[in-house]
């Protein structure tokens, strides 16, 4: 059997940067270290993170001193004013892409535009932005009427790019103005198109990542449309060897909150299974 | 054989406006009255309006005195500065939804958009607004990449929704941010509902307008796509008998820009060759 792994795994750029900014942190060894939430939607990570002394709170009300890391997915306007209010330290590891979303929809709002968010209501991210536009605006995961002169559009990073184009479709039938800021992350896009190639040679699929996390989740929908043997897993002891009957090719990737160590275990996991040889990089 | 005649026919308010201003002027006998090319795109009523001594110029510099009013589609900057500068007396019968687009270009361009005009380039609407534009935009008919940070969208008021959503469709495949400011004029879409519905219960379909009417020849378009045996006239001479051999029911529309009475006279010219009995209104 070959393990085709995709060259775009791994974190993301965002990822990366928020993991790097808590080590350097964890480095200067100056009290403790909160996130708010998980810092990314991903168990294993989070644990290690914890491991050393990272700790994810819900409530931020119970933090009292230390450092305050913002989560990759953005924080809510009222946690960040609280947060300034105590004059606690902040270190925002927001992903850059997250917040540019958030800005253009404060921008869009101030400049009269009705503001639609294309999204899931219940993501972290979705909550950010409407939290900095007052929840003066409205989510949506469908196709729909949209009242309003203006509209302005953004989409959760996360989306689909056809999901987003279905909206626009459906708003250019009313009469008003339409501004979609456009601001779907390509890294997320380019891994998808990866692994929908992947999926078309390889006889079954593996995703890796958090249950939570939006991008692979998407991924997986996508990937199980194309190979129906597909399996979404956060861990190698999830692994079934009965997936891997009769199988010649099987194909591993993961999302953008998913790390290398993690791709690796499991690759080498499938591999003492079922005595795979490895298949590179594809 | 029964003859439905459309209830969205006859002139559209700009068109009706247009017509007013002239009349309103010829009354007012106050010296020669120019417009720049064809006030509307119809002969007959052109023709009409040079009876009454209301004169069609291609070169403006051939104007000395007297009035020049600007036709429902727009006039050119550089002929709008020409006549400021020679102070000769302006009617601008420009249609306000055809002025409204131009403005939307405007306001885009320097706001730091790539302009993009969805329409003919060879029709006079487009015409004006890339010269309102300083030729800085580009005009397409079709789904393409357009290169640029933020792409403005702005519509031949006579284009269809359907052209305009599969452009901003192909655009949204790009990384940039796209406004589309939507002036389709309604009434236009209205009649091509109301026609469309009419040409699926008549045996055949007779369309009334200019050749050059943008608006009637994209009405003609899809009304022979959904029946096959329709006819674009001008004129009742244009009338064949041979069109409604065997036909019980004929369907009777026309453009924008063409009068009630002329579709009166088709009408009534059908019946005259058929012994067409009276269909009403829609």
């Not at 403790?32 to 168990?43: C, V």
């Not at 708003?171 to 456009?182: F, K, S």
């Amino acid at each position: 059997m070959e393990i085709i792994k995709a060259k775009h795994s791994g974190f993301c750029f965002g990822v990366k940067r928020a993991i790097d900014m808590v080590n350097k942190l964890l480095k200067e060894k100056d009290g403790p270290i909160y996130t708010i939430g998980p810092i990314i939607h991903n168990g294993e990570v989070v644990t290690l993170l914890q491991d050393k002394g990272v700790i994810p709170v819900d409530d931020i009300r119970s933090i009292k001193k230390g450092t305050v890391v913002y989560r990759t997915h953005g924080i809510l306007k009222e946690e960040e004013e609280y947060l300034k209010s105590k004059r606690l330290r902040v270190v925002d590891a927001t992903c850059p892409l997250v917040k540019k979303v958030r800005q253009e929809a404060v921008k869009l709002r101030k400049n009269g535009y009705k503001v639609v968010i294309v999204g899931d209501k219940n993501h972290q991210e979705v909550k950010s932005i409407l939290s900095y536009i007052e929840n003066d605006g409205i989510v949506i995961d469908d196709p729909q009427e949209v009242k309003g002169k203006k509209i302005g559009v953004v989409s959760q990073t996360t989306q689909s790019r056809e999901l987003l184009k279905k909206v626009v479709d459906r708003l250019l039938e009313g009469p008003q103005e339409v501004r979609i800021v456009n601001t779907i992350c390509e890294a997320v896009e380019l891994r998808l198109r990866e692994a929908l190639k992947m999926a078309e040679i390889a006889d079954a699929m593996i995703v890796v990542g958090g249950k939570e996390s939006s991008n692979t989740k998407k991924l997986y929908k996508a990937i199980k449309e194309v190979r129906a043997r597909s399996y979404h897993i956060e861990h190698e002891c999830e692994l079934n060897p009965s997936w891997f009957k009769g199988i010649h090719v099987v194909g591993l990737t993961g999302g953008t909150s998913t790390p290398d160590f993690l791709i690796d275990r499991i690759f080498y996991g499938i591999k003492s299974l079922c005595g795979g040889k490895d298949g590179g990089d594809s």
